[in-house]
């Protein structure tokens, strides 16, 4: 009997060993941090880009802002003075004659690291856009980081650097999707099927979308633009065909079921700029024939609603 409970003590103390050898095991692959080696790899950062880039994209819109008129240069310096270490220049470079306003700063995704010691490790050379009165300026923030993993204690640890705008290349040339159904966009087009679509995804007028949708409709299209822009009008419509079909035979047939795509572009009336003000915005409509009825317009409902239309018209 001894010899029994012996074994038997023996049996547990080895499986709690094991169970405690293994339970420390997983605590300690869940405490694993990325070494030196693995960040170097897979190129990696534990910098805090997006904190950086917004704080330098911060910074610049207040360097970049010239008032010459008298106290708007002190007030200029003090919040310079927020961000900066000492050594920094404090007054950003601006010799305090002339005027320019910033409309919109913003970290580009491009930064360099500061290999300096004593800033190495915790600094990047983060690029930043600013869009002035003046036109677009691209400037580098030295920025640094005293705690990275909290992204707190943030310091603009030198001057700024003009730097070249963007290099532009020439577009190849385009080619459209397949051939336009021009009865097919005309017929859509007079039977007010755009026109009334579009009013009613513009107020976002759901009682009124559910006529030109389909079921299955993506968000964005069931949503709208909730009055943001106002009175639609259709301006150019292309509805695509098949790619490959040709219609020097005649009129293609389209069957219930089948899906197209129709570029349109719109004008737009923007309360915010004026009652007078319109904007032209070009969309990709995704197209499901649905039923067959004596009208275009009843038989196509939409499934999707993308912004933007490549160009077609050169390189």
């Not at 570029?263 to 039923?291: D, M």
Request: a neutral charge.
């Amino acid at each position: 009997m001894t010899l029994v409970l012996s074994a038997c003590l023996v049996v547990v103390g080895i499986v709690a060993y094991l169970a405690f050898s293994l339970g420390y095991g997983i605590r300690k692959d869940n405490t694993y941090q990325l070494s030196s080696a693995d960040i170097a790899r897979f190129r990696l950062t534990e910098f805090p880009l997006e904190q950086a880039g917004r704080f330098a994209a911060d910074y610049a819109r207040i360097c970049l802002t010239h008032d010459a008129t008298p106290g708007a240069n002190n007030q200029r310096e003090a919040q310079l003075e927020k961000y900066v270490s000492t050594g920094t220049d404090p007054t950003c470079g601006w010799n305090g004659t002339g005027a320019q306003t910033v409309v919109d700063t913003s970290w580009t995704g491009e930064s360099e690291p500061i290999n300096v010691p004593g800033y190495a490790g915790k600094s990047r050379m983060m690029t930043v856009r600013a869009l002035t009165s003046a036109g677009s300026r691209i400037v580098a923030v030295p920025v640094y980081v005293a705690n990275l993993s909290s992204a707190d204690g943030m310091r603009i640890v030198g001057d700024l650097g003009e730097m070249p705008q963007p290099n532009l290349a020439a577009a190849p040339e385009p080619k459209a999707p397949a051939n336009v159904d021009g009865g097919l966009g005309d017929a859509l087009t007079e039977g007010e099927f755009f026109q009334q679509f579009f009013a009613a995804w513009g107020a976002s007028n759901a009682p009124a979308l559910q006529r030109f949708v389909t079921p299955d409709a993506t968000s964005r299209t069931t949503t709208g633009l909730g009055g943001t822009v106002t009175e639609p009008t259709i301006r150019e419509v292309r509805v695509f065909l098949p790619k490959g079909v040709d219609t020097s035979g005649g009129p293609y047939t389209w069957k219930t079921g089948m899906v197209t795509e129709a570029w349109v572009w719109v004008n737009w009336r923007s309360p915010g700029s004026g009652s007078g003000a319109v904007e032209t915005r070009a969309y990709r409509l995704q197209l499901v024939k649905t039923t067959q009825a004596s009208s275009p317009s009843q038989e196509w409902a939409v499934r999707d609603v993308r912004g933007g239309v490549p160009d077609l018209k050169g390189g």
